[in-house]
């Protein structure tokens, strides 16, 4: 099973042990509760401590995470790891790769390639992602180790998004319309009444009037926000057949234009500020290029919303 140590700091010298896991490491109650239900759970020099003991200054305690009940098997995929350590994982995922796999898709998912590589590590561990990517979308994807870094992780990275959309855009806006599933529907939304609070902040990089690279930013994280809010301002992402035309829009992209291209977090254990980016995608890259927007190194054209080259 994973473990985690913690080393009790002076200021909670005496405290009991469900105090010192609650406030000094940040665990939640549901935690605590499956920790003392694991055998040896939670210990100290190799004792086992209840929730009611207290602990010393400079005392290092040991805890077993839960298994999860759930296993995903691990399957060889192509993995492109961005940075890595004992607590977390983020990795580029490519377009056209589910995350996860559901029911009725027996296709292999980055989660699957996840798995395969911690079992290639040497580690034994699940796949808990804190942010998620529709299949389609592009870019990065972090991923937490154990229980406890997830739960850590409730501040959630700040993240950066890059999208075609259809037309001309300038300038930049903001988005701040509900987010209902559509009726008759289980996987289409849209802007509605009685929908989510969403908030889609949004600035144009460059145009040629066909198409529009944005610089995209989600205050929440509704299912299909980005998608959702640029076809309810007329301009669907390019390439989305389920918000735009659904007979395409002729611009020669295959999936919709949308790639995770920045993220920034604070290290759930060591508050360490860390900063990561990733480059377009060649489909995405090929549209601006095609449309005079980049140059042949992936560099956007100067000017104004692209308009000046």
Known sequence: MPGLTFTVPAEYDGATVQ?????GCGLSWRMVVKLKQVPGGISADGVALRTIDRVAAGQRVELILPEDSVRIEGVEL???????????LLVDKPPYLAVHPSAGKPEPTLANAVVAHFEREGQPLSFRPINRLDRNTSGLLLAAKNAHVAYAMMRKPQKVYLALAVGRMEGAGVVDQPI????GCCITREVGEGGKESLTRWEALATDGTVTLLRVV????RTHQIRVHMAWLGHPLVGDTMYGDPEGDGLGLER???HCAHMALVHPLTGEELAFDSPLPPDMEGILREHGLCDAGGSLVSG?????R
């Open 180 to 183: 209902r599933v559509k009726e």
């Open 19 to 23: 105090n010192f896991l609650r406030r």
């Open 78 to 88: 192509p993995l492109s790891v961005v940075y890595e350590d004992e607590s977390l």
């Open 218 to 221: 989600i205050e929440t994280g």
């Open 304 to 308: 104004p919303a692209g308009d000046e």
């Open 256 to 258: 919709h234009g949308l």
